[in-house]
Structure formats: structure tokens, C-alpha cells
């Protein structure tokens, strides 16, 4: 498999893969069009490098079919991740069920902003339903800094609450 014969394969399928992706992905997440195509061809030239594709099928066929399974993924991934950043939210607010000062205060970025900047990076980061692990990969921080930045970030805010 050399780069021409795979640009070749590319030309020919470009417009079947589109329209798996534009059949499969749901309109929602039509940003993830690109994504979804590289990755489409990304899983096609490692499986022809390994030599996986057995052409038992049409190469078009082939690729439909992979196309369909990444929208799908995405389709999944995307609604995972509105699920996570929901569920953060949600947890964020409740601070432990303790404060429903929380849920009137209007102003809540301006007491996050008013937080040292460790503790504001480590809680937007949570709120847009980052995992601890990839905030640590994020900030370049041990996964143990972030835990104890969040549970003071958390603390903090508690004081903050509670004198307004």
C-alpha cells in the first residue's frame, strides 16, 4: 500500500462515505463530520497496511460500512460526553446537597472567578464534564493536585457562600 494507491481509494469513496456519515450521524452532530471521516480513513489504511481487508466485499462497501460504525460511535460518544457534562453540572450546583443558596445566586462565575486560578482552571474544567484524569493531562498536574484542588476549590466556595 503506497500514498497514491490510498489517495486513489479515497477519490473513489469519498462521496459513499459521505453519505453513510450523512445517513448514520445524527444532525446534532454535524460538527463531528471531519472527524468522523478521518477516522473512517484512518481504520481503512491501518487494516490495508495490516493487510485485514480480505476483498471479500467491494473496497466502497467496505468503507460504507466503516463510516457507519464511526457515525454511530460518535453518535454514542457525543451523548456520553452531554451526559457527563450534565451530570457535573448537576453535582457542581448541589455542592454536596448542602447549599441551595447555590442554585439562586446569580452571580456564581463571579465567586468561581474570584477564586485563586489553580482552583478556577480545576473547576471549569469539571464543569464542562471533564474527567479528573484528563483534567490532570490537561493542566500537566499529578491526578492526586487535582482531587485536592477541587475538594479545597469546593471548600472555598462554601466560605464564599456562606458570607453572602
Do not use: C
Amino acid at each position: 500500500m503506497n500514498d497514491e494507491t490510498f489517495t486513489n481509494i479515497v477519490e473513489q469513496t469519498k462521496s459513499i462515505v459521505l453519505s453513510a456519515i450523512e445517513k448514520y450521524l445524527d444532525k446534532n452532530n454535524s460538527h463531528a463530520i471531519d472527524d468522523v471521516v478521518q477516522e473512517t480513513y484512518f481504520r481503512a489504511y491501518k487494516s490495508l497496511i495490516k493487510l485485514q481487508f480480505k476483498a471479500e466485499s467491494q473496497t466502497s462497501t467496505w468503507l460504507y460500512t466503516i463510516a457507519k460504525n464511526e457515525s454511530l460511535r460518535m453518535n454514542q460518544k457525543v451523548r456520553r460526553d452531554n451526559l457527563k457534562k450534565e451530570k457535573a453540572k448537576s453535582n457542581f450546583l448541589e455542592l454536596d446537597n448542602k447549599h441551595e443558596e447555590l442554585a439562586e445566586l446569580s452571580n456564581i462565575k463571579e465567586v468561581v472567578d474570584s477564586l485563586p486560578i489553580k482552583y478556577q482552571n480545576v473547576l471549569s474544567l469539571y464543569i464542562e464534564g471533564y474527567k479528573e484524569k484528563d483534567i490532570a493531562k490537561a493542566l500537566f498536574i499529578p491526578l492526586g493536585t487535582v482531587k485536592s484542588r477541587f475538594f479545597k476549590a469546593k471548600l472555598l466556595l462554601k466560605k464564599l457562600l456562606q458570607k453572602e
